[in-house]
């Protein structure tokens, strides 16, 4: 009955803001219905303690088996967070929020206590584990208000004792460096003891491995791929922001980075097609439209580059989400992802993927973080680049970041 009460409510909320001819999919709502499918699975059951016994996991590696579930959790709250972040509120939205604020709460807690039978893998059997523990670090800093302040003292400690567990694991030189960085960010917000000279080391390296034109390589090489989108850029912008609030941000000041980031947005919004699409270049395609995580971060911080309005970017990242959605294959009889890009497509997986890695995909729709009164969400659909290209429209000329 609950769950048909939900369905209910996200199909009003997707119906009455459908208007003036905008494709129905092109608004909060079905955002919000989006990362509700997504992310209910994986939140609910975990705050049930059934996690381990529901979620099922497909790899190419048994060994990551023992990693999937905080792989699952971790990227789910660094999506979701934001959103919940907005808190509850009298409208059907905001109860929809509070719904799940309270889910997440008792979802964090169970992930931590060492008692619970849903207590995840922060510090054994491989170092993946440090990857995830860094999404889980993610999604505490974006959703501070909401998700950690109100957690109880246990719990806190608990949550703490779990990130520092991860000290364990040396990071490789890449981009690997920013998933200890980010969790001693965090452990810096929350006024835990933190290592500064972690964070230094990983910025002091990613200053040197930037390529130009707002591209960061991944260790001292080039890749072709969206790994800045995926951890790159997001994590520096969130730790760089913690940084410049404690007056830290000594190696690559904040602006600097958002310069970067907003030249890398810029280019993102352009490899979106009229349709939808987008090139499936590189490892990791199966995150799907976590690819465009940096962009959407770049718009929740309403930072979005010259020329590159919030409708456009809105309307652009909405038919990309709808384009992927409406796979037949996409999710299991039970709601959970397959591996894939455009549905179930296991072969596109490389070997450390597991259903639990999927869900960096929700780190897309972290501007569901803007308020529903932003301009993002209430200003008329707009073409995006690729479409008025496309149709002729003359427009300025892109060129590279100086």
Not at 162 to 186: G, Q
Not at 323 to 332: E, G, I, N, S
Not at 366 to 377: I, K, N, Q, S, Y
Request: proline share 6%; aromatic share 12%.
């Amino acid at each position: 009955m609950q769950k048909r009460i939900v369905q209910f409510t996200i199909l009003f909320l997707i119906v009455s803001l459908s208007i003036n001819g905008q494709k129905k999919y092109d608004n909060r709502a079905y955002w919000v219905s989006v990362l509700t499918k997504i992310s209910d699975p994986v939140i609910t059951n975990l705050a049930q303690r059934k996690l381990r016994l529901n979620m099922p996991i497909e790899c190419k590696d048994p060994k990551r088996k023992e990693v999937a579930h905080l792989e699952a959790f971790g990227r789910t709250l660094a999506g979701i967070a934001p959103w919940l972040e907005l808190g509850a509120d009298a409208t059907v939205e905001g109860k929809l929020r509070e719904k799940y604020i309270v889910l997440t709460r008792k979802a964090i807690a169970n992930a931590v206590n060492p008692a619970s039978p849903d207590s995840l893998n922060f510090n054994k059997k491989s170092p993946q584990p440090l990857v995830d523990a860094a999404f889980f670090a993610s999604g505490l800093l974006y959703g501070y208000n909401q998700l950690w302040l109100p957690l109880d003292a246990t719990t806190k400690e608990n949550v703490i004792n779990a990130l520092k567990s991860t000290r364990v694991f040396k990071p490789y030189e890449n981009n690997w460096l920013l998933f200890s960085a980010i969790i001693e960010t965090f452990l810096l917000k929350a006024g835990a003891d933190y290592n500064v000279a972690t964070i230094n080391y990983a910025f002091k390296k990613h200053a040197e491995w930037y390529k130009g034109d707002g591209n960061y390589g991944d260790g001292p090489e080039y890749h072709s791929d969206y790994y800045n989108s995926f951890v790159i850029q997001p994590m520096m912008l969130n730790i760089s922001k913690v940084l410049k609030e404690n007056a830290q941000d000594t190696i690559l000041k904040y602006e600097k980075v958002m310069e970067r980031a907003q030249r890398y947005a810029a280019i993102q919004e352009r490899m979106i097609s009229p349709e939808g699409s987008f090139p499936p270049v590189g490892r990791s395609i199966v995150y799907r439209f976590g690819v465009f995580q940096l962009l959407s971060q770049v718009a929740l911080y309403k930072q979005l580059p010259k020329n590159v309005s919030p409708a456009q970017v809105r309307s652009a990242l909405s038919e990309v989400i709808h384009r992927l959605m409406v796979a037949p294959t996409l999710f299991d009889k039970n709601g959970w992802l397959r591996i894939g890009f455009y549905g179930s497509q296991p072969d596109l997986a490389e070997s450390y993927i597991t259903t639990g890695s999927l869900y960096l995909c929700t780190t897309g729709l972290v501007a569901l973080g803007l308020p529903a009164t932003d301009p993002f969400w209430i200003s008329p659909a707009e073409d995006w680049t690729s479409v008025k290209v496309w149709k002729g429209v003359n427009i300025p000329a892109d060129h590279a970041l100086k």
